[in-house]
């Protein structure tokens, strides 16, 4: 989590700022064993569901652009599980929802199941940070294309008479 804040910050990205809402929800969720701050980190044992309700109370905060949900696999908790409530978590939410799954072997299942559910998923977080500051940057080159200029100036008077005369 830290190495994709840094990847982030380097590259002139920001971390979401958590509502205060939202962080209540955190210490209810992690029993106050979290940071409160962004990137919140679970712990090795955390649970799919456990995964899915930080996943889903992070995408109702309204400073989240996208989402990172990395995952070490361990040999407590089954990777492609937590991969399964992250695909439920992100198929219901119009936010980006990125996914870094580390290992080789273990991370392949997990990796397979979120190309086919047309989720992001990257070998590494830095991977998935430049994938969301490219989406960033497509955006606003998007909306900078549709930022057309008035079709006439804005002091322009039409001269009706001597248009007419030049025509005649």
Known sequence: GFLATDALRSA????AELTEETRAKLDDLLSASW???NPLVLTS???PEMYKTALDILLKDKNTDAVLVMHVPTSSVDSLSIAEAVVKSAKRTKRNVLTSWLGIDDAVPSRELFAAK???TYFTPDKAVRAFLHMVEYRRNQNMLMEVPAS???DFEVDSFTA?????
């Not at 002139?12 to 971390?15: D, E, I, N, S």
């Open 12 to 15: 002139g990205g920001r971390l």
């Open 164 to 168: 007419r005369s030049v025509v005649e």
């Open 152 to 154: 006439l100036p804005e």
């Open 118 to 120: 047309g989720i992001p």
């Open 35 to 37: 940071s409160t701050l």
């Open 45 to 47: 044992s955390a649970s």
